[in-house]
């Protein structure tokens, strides 16, 4: 597997954080802009990759205050595991966000780069909206 990860230090309480990330719904302020063909509901969104697939994903686990583990609803182009893990720095919370892909070596070379930007791209959107 391959791990892209991606922190943030957000000056909101853990159970606000949770609260947010928890139910998908709130994530399609955190995609960027080549997403497109958004629909969810607390449990589960479909959404389009601009040039790349479509992707359906459901909440594979929660447990408050701490973790959000997200996995393909559907058949994805490569088994694929997101996790947002959460830690209380009393007052403030450290957001991590974590991207696992089993990737061949061609594909690799090919979604790196996009994959890790995306990573980024969350946790840099979610210090915004959670401002």
Same mark, same amino acid.
């Given at each position: &597997?391959?791990?892209?990860? !991606? $922190?943030?230090?957000?000056?909101?309480?853990?159970?606000?954080?949770y609260?947010?990330?928890?139910?998908?719904?709130?994530?399609?302020?955190l995609?960027?802009?080549?997403?497109? %063909?958004? !629909?969810?509901?607390a449990?589960?969104?479909?959404?389009?990759?601009?040039? &790349?697939? +479509? *992707?359906?994903?459901?909440?594979?686990?929660?447990v408050? %205050? +701490?973790?959000?583990?997200?996995?393909?609803?559907?058949?994805?182009?490569?088994? *694929?595991? *997101?996790?947002?893990?959460?830690?209380? %720095?009393?007052? !403030? /919370? /450290?957001? /991590?966000?974590?991207?696992?892909?089993?990737? %061949?070596? &061609?594909? $690799?070379?090919?979604?790196?780069?996009? *994959?890790?930007?995306?990573?980024?791209?969350? /946790? !840099?959107?979610?210090?915004e909206?959670?401002?």
């Amino acid at each position: &597997m391959t791990n892209f990860e !991606s $922190k943030v230090t957000i000056n909101k309480p853990i159970a606000d954080v949770y609260r947010f990330l928890a139910d998908l719904n709130n994530h399609q302020q955190l995609m960027p802009e080549n997403i497109y %063909n958004w !629909s969810s509901t607390a449990d589960e969104a479909r959404f389009t990759i601009q040039n &790349m697939a +479509k *992707l359906a994903l459901k909440v594979n686990n929660r447990v408050e %205050n +701490k973790e959000i583990q997200i996995i393909p609803a559907e058949e994805a182009p490569f088994a *694929l595991e *997101l996790k947002w893990t959460l830690a209380d %720095n009393g007052g !403030s /919370t /450290t957001a /991590t966000y974590q991207i696992e892909a089993d990737l %061949n070596m &061609m594909m $690799k070379m090919l979604v790196s780069g996009p *994959l890790q930007k995306l990573a980024d791209s969350e /946790t !840099s959107r979610l210090a915004e909206v959670l401002i």
